[in-house]
């Protein structure tokens, strides 16, 4: 156990709909970081905050958007959705900016259909 | 940008059989380099990790030297076994000045499938 917690494990939602992925991350730790791996694409690295400020960004697409609770907790929405959103999405959590050691959450499985 | 290439899989073995994967990367610093572990059904873990040029990384009998020379972080394994079967990655970690590293960039992975 990593620790690091997400939810829902499963998702399955229409075409155009909206979700929100939760994440609670590791006791501590203060960097959340979201990741989407699809089949295809692999491990694409999507966006990380830190201590409620957005310290990165990778190749997250303008129909998604994340933020970081004062309690430290994450939230990623999804809107807009399309069939090509269907992956698995992570949180990982690591105690600070430094990154290298990542602690995954056991990871979203999003369905759109 | 980074970049991470990793051998494509599934890489089939039979128990006790020696293992590698290869990794070479792209970046324009100095990486730290790292192998992580997923294994079915649960998120990625931290398998060993490599900081500086010729640093080996060890765990669980896995190993893997940073090699600045040829750009590579190949992971090996002496005698693999069945509960070794998963997809690992090879990851990247470059340092820019303003945040100290970004995040980590990961290959594409490469399953292993180890047969009794």
């Given at each position: 156990d990593s620790g690091v917690t997400q939810t829902p494990k499963h998702l399955i939602t229409a075409t155009g709909q909206r979700v929100t992925l939760r994440c609670s991350p590791r006791s501590g730790d203060l960097s959340v970081y979201w990741y989407q791996q699809s089949l295809d694409q692999g491990l694409q690295f999507l966006i990380q905050y830190y201590n409620g400020e957005e310290r990165a960004k990778g190749n997250?697409?303008?129909?998604f958007s994340a933020q970081q609770f004062p309690d430290l907790h994450s939230e990623l929405n999804l809107s807009?959705?399309?069939?090509?959103?269907?992956a698995l999405y992570f949180c990982a959590s690591s105690l600070?900016?430094?990154?290298?050691?990542l602690f995954f959450g056991e990871g979203s499985r999003l369905t759109v259909l | 940008g980074d970049s991470v290439t990793q051998m494509e899989g599934p890489v089939t073995l039979s128990e006790e059989a020696f293992l590698t994967i290869n990794c070479t990367y792209t970046a324009t610093g100095y990486p730290s380099l790292f192998w992580y572990v997923q294994y079915p059904g649960e998120g990625l873990q931290l398998l060993l990790k490599a900081t500086k040029a010729d640093d080996k990384g060890s765990n669980k009998g896995f190993e893997a030297t940073y090699r600045k020379e040829t750009t590579s972080f190949h992971l090996e394994k002496g005698s693999v076994q069945v509960s070794d079967s998963a997809v690992y990655f090879c990851a990247l970690s470059e340092r820019v000045k303003d945040t100290g590293r970004r995040a980590l960039t990961f290959g594409s992975g490469t399953r292993l499938q180890v047969q009794p």
């Open positions: 997250i697409l303008e129909r807009s959705l399309e069939l090509g959103d269907s600070g900016q430094v990154t290298g050691e | -």
